[in-house]
Nanobody, 125 residues
Framework: QLQLVESGGGLVQPGGSLRLSCAAS????????IGWFRQAPGKEREGVSC????????NYADSVKGRFTISRDNAKNTVYLQMNSLKPEDTAIYYC??????????????????WGQGTQVTVSS
């Protein structure tokens, strides 16, 4: 069964850091473009970051540039999102998603085929 499982979320104070993980089972992530998305209550899902199949291309939303870093370890079948200098407005459920198409990457939700269940990130003082 094709699955993506996010982990690493939690409660952190403003300015703190978290590293999210997205682990794949049932398929190998090296054939997939991976995106990270987030959704806060009452708001639409927002693209955060993405990484291409080789890890040579990454993109970030303007709101997280310079603070978040996406990476992948294909040997571990896992993609990471390192989040530094966290702000209260980063509070959301974070999802990873995968699509086998494309040589680059974009953070558009409708382009992705497979989704994880999400992990909660709460940034509060």
């Amino acid at each position: 069964q094709l699955q993506l499982v996010e982990s690493g979320g939690g409660l952190v104070q403003p300015g703190g850091s978290l590293r999210l993980s997205c682990a794949a089972s049932g398929f190998t992530l090296d054939y997939y473009v991976i995106g990270w998305f987030r959704q806060a209550p009452g708001k639409e899902r927002e693209g955060v970051s993405c990484i291409n199949k080789r890890g040579s291309i990454t993109n970030y939303a303007d709101s997280v540039k310079g603070r978040f870093t996406i990476s992948r370890d294909n040997a571990k079948n896992t993609v990471y999102l390192q989040m530094n200098s966290l702000k209260p407005e980063d509070t959301a459920i974070y999802y990873c998603a995968a699509v086998p198409r494309g040589t680059g990457c974009r953070t558009r939700s409708l382009e992705y085929d497979y989704w994880g269940q999400g992990t909660q990130v709460t940034v509060s003082s």
